[in-house]
């Protein structure tokens, strides 16, 4: 069939048009190395580039994420092994204290450094983060996590909130501990208490050993009343009598009213040999005895710290006129040891809860960048060129687009008389 001179010069143009876009291709993909420069290139590859892309974006915020819980958490961490470090110390100080050999030199020195102590303590609790953030004031993070009363008592100003955040499409985790989980988490069997509580029992303790005991005796008779609070106080007394009877006894004590004692000290009278009688305005409790006896172990309902000094304790006076003040248990030096252990305990669990919340956050990060790697190869085996091949494919093109024109150039160049000579 023949062809007239513009329909050739018409598809010849043509041909050339499409040699030009497809070498003009292979040279964007040689010059970019990626195979879909546009989304005409490969429609279908194009948006499976396009998702796993925005999968790539979100798995490296996440591991952003994870980078930032992790380094709240070893902050959280190394806070908390500085205070376990601080409760060791004053562990040991409170051991040494409650030793009889020591003079009262000895003890105020220990005083002065379980303060320091308490101080460093304080200091640690308000730790803050890279960002300034208070590491333990929950979602108050501008200011201190923990302030000091005119008292001299330390207390939680942040929130009880926890700052989570997200490590994956299905997971939040916390950034660390708020102040009141952190410190104020201290079991005793009056409920719980802060670890500065505990810390301030054992120096009120040593502030106050020489005005308090917590062991009061007579030879056969005293006088005892009691300095209570105004609303109702459930009190437990130990008593052990002159033949060896030991009763706890328990009564409530309202406004130093003690006719609750009185009754209570008579019901074991039989056992322990120690009887009471009641004085006309109901406030002294006289006791006797055929021998000696003691009376100790004093538990006051919402005391489980030593104060400083004591506000509630019982007045002994004994045969001889000698007035004791007997303070609860609380303020012995022994019970600091417990109580200060007990406080180790508590940063020793939250240390815990924070290593499990490490742990959970390195899987994570594990699995994040697995995740990125597999994100990225599967993007890599979309997008990028094969550049060796499409080189090979860029000279072909080439040589084809030049015999392609050189032939051209050699029929439009003929005429008819090239033909009939």
């Known amino acids: 069939m023949s062809m007239s001179t513009k329909v050739f010069a018409q598809q010849s143009l043509a041909n050339f048009e499409r040699l030009t876009e497809e070498i003009q ?16 290139d490969a429609p279908l590859d194009a948006v499976k580039v396009s998702a796993a892309d ?26 908390l092994e500085s205070v376990s470090d601080i409760m060791t110390r004053l562990n040991e100080l409170a051991i040494r204290a409650a030793s009889d050999t020591l003079t009262a030199e000895d003890k105020n020195a220990i005083r002065l450094e379980a303060q320091g102590q308490r ?7 308000n730790s803050r983060d890279l960002n300034d953030q208070a590491l333990f004031g929950g979602y108050s993070t501008e200011n201190e ?7 001299g008592s330390v207390v939680f100003a942040g929130d009880s909130g926890t700052q989570t955040i997200p490590v994956s499409g299905t997971l939040r985790v916390p950034l660390g501990l708020n102040g009141a989980d952190a410190f104020q988490q201290v079991v005793t069997e009056n409920g719980k208490i802060s670890v500065f509580d505990a810390v301030d029992s054992f120096i009120n303790a040593l502030a106050f050993e020489d005005e308090f005991a917590t062991t009061g005796s007579a030879e056969t008779s005293a006088d005892i009343a009691f300095v209570a609070d105004t609303t109702p106080q459930n009190w437990s007394v130990r008593i052990e009598g002159p033949d060896g009877g030991v009763q706890d006894i328990s009564f409530t004590i309202v406004s130093g009213n003690a006719e609750a004692a009185y009754d209570a000290i008579n019901e074991v009278a039989a056992s322990t040999g120690v009887s009471a009688v009641l004085s006309d305005d109901g406030r002294t409790v006289s006791l006797s005895a055929s021998g000696s006896f003691t009376l100790s172990n004093i538990e006051i309902e919402g005391i489980p710290t030593a104060g400083g000094p004591p506000s509630y304790f019982m007045e002994l006076t004994d045969d001889e006129g000698v007035t004791s003040r007997i ?18 305990d508590s940063i020793a669990l939250n240390r815990a809860v924070v290593g499990s919340r490490l742990n959970q956050v390195e899987q994570m990060d594990a699995v994040m960048t697995e995740r990125e790697i597999f994100l990225a190869e599967d993007i890599s085996n979309l997008r990028d060129a094969d550049i060796q091949q499409t080189i090979l494919e860029l000279q072909e093109l080439l040589t084809n687009r030049d015999a392609a024109r050189q032939a051209y150039s050699l029929v439009t160049q003929r005429s008819l008389f090239d033909y009939i000579s």
């Open 25 to 40: 291709r292979r040279q964007e993909r040689v010059a970019t190395g990626v195979e879909v420069n546009k989304t005409s």
């Open 54 to 79: 925005q999968r790539l974006r979100a798995v490296e915020r996440y591991l952003g994420n994870i980078q930032q819980a992790e380094t709240r958490l070893n902050l959280t961490d190394s806070a």
């Open 119 to 125: 101080e460093a303590l304080v200091g640690i609790a």
């Open 145 to 151: 996590a923990f302030v000091t009363n005119e008292d």
């Open 327 to 344: 303070a609860p248990s609380a303020q012995s030096l022994s019970s600091q040891i417990t109580l200060l252990t007990r406080a180790s």
